[in-house]
């Protein structure tokens, strides 16, 4: 389950940056839901700077540490269900967002719906995988 949702999320980031890199310069915005002004969201692509790509390395490297921690914990508690999910979302996310970092490229980001940072696919997978993993851990 673990490497099925690392795969997932890997896969589904890179074509979803290729895509929006495709078909939208970046600083451009384009509506995805709706029409007009008040669109409640549109895809804006985004790229981060070196700020951005230093944190994606420091995560990169603990983020072994804290899957293997985790796994440890859970492991006898009876919350392996989520648990791999979880942490193979999360992963994925990491691993998604850091080999953009790899390739030398900007960190792109594109979904914008308007009430919180812009975000990709890799960051809603590692928001997503940390909360399945808290809870399958209680």
Do not use: E
């Amino acid at each position: 389950m673990f490497l099925g949702a690392l795969g997932t999320v890997v896969v589904a980031d890179q074509l979803t940056k290729a895509v929006i890199g495709h078909l939208i310069p970046p600083g451009q915005a384009r509506p995805a839901l709706g029409q007009g002004r008040w669109t409640p969201m549109r895809l804006r692509h985004v790229q981060h700077g070196r700020l951005i790509v230093s944190r994606t390395v420091a995560a990169l490297c603990l983020a072994p540490m804290v899957i293997g921690a985790t796994l440890l914990a859970a492991s006898g508690r009876g919350a392996m269900g989520l648990v791999p999910v979880g942490l193979g979302l999360a992963a994925g996310g990491a691993l998604g967002n850091a080999l953009d970092v790899l390739r030398g490229r900007p960190v792109m980001d594109f979904v914008d719906v308007r009430i919180w940072p812009v975000f990709n696919v890799a960051d809603a997978a590692i928001t997503v995988g940390v909360v399945l993993s808290l809870y399958g851990l209680r």
